[in-house]
């Protein structure tokens, strides 16, 4: 299921003229339900306030204010492996933050076998080229990048030159 960004506001439930704070977050999650469980979760680890305790304000999506161009995103994550948490920056390329959030816990899932529910993100950003660290991700950054073309099969131009059988296979490599 693919992963979205929500925003969920909340606070502690109000007596009578009673103005208590506002907590908003950005959580990932595969829908609004999830999002609001996640709020819940870090709210209580940060504050001392339980779901029966407080309300939710709101809960709305966020979307991508332009998901046509490329962008470098770095994440700021801790997780909990077998052996204690971790802290860590990650970068990732994406149109969407949220397909960068799901490369990354296909990253960590593959690399550190952490589970998606041991992932905690901290803070994401976009990250403008000149302050890209990562190495795998400094190699996309030349504008005179070239990729070969792999296994290129020649067509014919119109329909009368196709054949069924051939005497010589097609030369894939130029």
């Not at 933050?97 to 905690?120: C, F, I, P, T, W």
Request: net charge positive; glycine share 4%.
């Amino acid at each position: 299921m693919a992963i979205r960004q929500f925003e969920v506001v909340g606070r502690k439930k109000v007596e009578k003229g009673d103005n208590s704070r506002l907590f908003r977050m950005k959580i990932f999650a595969t829908n609004g339900v999830v999002a609001r469980s996640r709020f819940w979760y870090y709210l209580s680890l940060l504050k001392k306030i339980k779901r029966a305790n407080g309300e939710i304000i709101s809960v709305r999506e966020l979307f991508e204010k332009n998901p046509n161009t490329i962008k470098n995103f770095g994440m700021w994550i801790r997780y909990d492996s077998r052996s204690g948490t971790h802290n860590m920056y990650k970068e990732y390329r994406d149109t969407t933050l949220n397909g960068a959030v799901e490369k990354m816990y296909s990253d960590l899932a593959s690399r550190h076998r952490a589970r998606k529910s041991s992932v905690q993100i901290v803070r994401t950003a976009v990250v403008p080229a000149k302050d890209v660290k990562r190495a795998n991700i400094q190699q996309f950054l030349n504008n005179a990048i070239k990729f070969r073309l792999m296994h290129r099969i020649p067509r014919p131009e119109s329909k009368e030159f196709r054949k069924t059988f051939k005497a010589q296979k097609p030369c894939s490599f130029f």
